[in-house]
Nanobody, 120 residues
Framework: QVQLLESGGGLVQTGDSLRLSCAAS????VAWFRQAPGKEREFMAY????????LYADSVKGRFTISKDNAKTTIYLQMNSLKPDDTAIYYC?????????????????WGQGTQVTVSS
């Protein structure tokens, strides 16, 4: 059973940083997505099982960094220079059949999400 649990969200101001964590029940290929009210779930970043391959959405490249801990079971999303447009619920996901998928529909397992709110 794949289990994912996000944490680390909160209320921050424009320009602040935040680090999200995703505690996984094993070592998986994992992606971070976000969903703002009234919008579709949007791909943010991906990391493979070894942690050596990462992929980012253009909108966050250079600001967000995805990484894994040494045990490979906690996946981090370091978010810098946050903007009000980054306000959303952030989810980690696993279980995609295809490698490095950026499509939400490809992921079978999801965490419950963590809210990030960036005030202007």
């Amino acid at each position: 059973q794949v289990q994912l649990l996000e944490s680390g969200g909160g209320l921050v101001q424009t320009g602040d940083s935040l680090r999200l964590s995703c505690a996984a029940s094993g070592n998986f290929r994992v992606a971070w997505f976000r969903q703002a009210p009234g919008k579709e779930r949007e791909f943010m970043a991906y990391i493979n099982t070894s942690g050596r391959t990462t992929l980012y959405a253009d909108s966050v490249k250079g600001r967000f960094t995805i990484s894994k801990d040494n045990a490979k079971t906690t996946i981090y999303l370091q978010m810098n220079s946050l903007k009000p447009d980054d306000t959303a619920i952030y989810y980690c996901a696993a279980g995609a059949v295809s490698t490095s998928s950026t499509k939400a529909r490809d992921y079978r397992y999801w965490g419950q999400g963590t809210q990030v709110t960036v005030s202007s």
